[in-house]
């Protein structure tokens, strides 16, 4: 790497730094909002795709962990469709959309509900002429959209406990500085 390039890169995390730039959540990311995605047990999501879905929540939830610790409850439904894209000029599809959507509920441990979203998916495959073939590009396309769906949805949850706890920290904030505080 050259020295220019090191020196560009030096400053770009200066900058990002300097503006307030901080992680939503991983290694170096807010620890109440990891500690928050932890907390999260998904509950059983229905068919192939929602064990998937469920796997990878998991994962991304709480990673290196045997499940979420409870206190939240993550419902999600999910609604999957396939739309032919394309056509030759014999009328025969060869491109497919598979369109996966959830609707995500968050529930406290009151049972109310924190969070209700709804998230798509949409991936797309070539129809082959070889049947076994086309069955594997279709489970592809399907696969590939469970883990776009996951990843929206943990960066959906990761934002509503950031928003949460900066909302709480502001609440805080003005008991600290008022009468008697020492400030």
């Known amino acids: 790497m ?3 390039r090191l020196a560009l890169a030096l400053v770009a995390v200066l900058a ?3 503006c ?3 992680p939503l959540y991983g290694q170096a990311g807010e620890p109440a909002v990891r500690r928050q995605l932890q907390a999260v047990e998904v509950g ?3 068919g192939r795709l ?3 879905l469920r796997l990878d929540l998991d994962k991304r939830l709480s990673p290196g ?3 979420g610790g409870g206190q939240y409850r993550l419902d999600v439904a999910l609604n ?3 739309e032919k894209m394309a056509y030759r000029r014999d009328g025969t599809p060869t491109l497919e959309r598979v369109i996966v959507a959830g609707d995500v509920r968050l529930l406290r441990p009151d049972g109310g509900v924190a969070l209700a979203d709804r998230t798509t998916a949409v991936t797309s495959y070539d129809i082959l002429n070889e049947h076994f073939a086309a069955i594997v590009a279709r489970r592809d396309a399907e696969d590939r959209a469970v883990r776009l769906l996951a990843d929206d949805i943990a960066n959906r949850l990761a934002l509503h406990f950031a928003e949460q706890a900066e909302r ?3 609440a805080a904030a003005p008991a600290e500085t008022g009468p008697g505080s020492g400030r």
Do not use: D, M, N, Y
Request: zero cysteines.
């Open 2 to 4: 050259s020295w220019s």
């Open 16 to 18: 990002l730094e300097a």
């Open 20 to 22: 307030g730039f901080r």
């Open 44 to 46: 059983v999501i229905e």
């Open 50 to 52: 929602g064990r998937l």
């Open 65 to 67: 962990a045997a499940g």
């Open 80 to 82: 999957t469709r396939v």
């Open 168 to 170: 709480e920290g502001a």
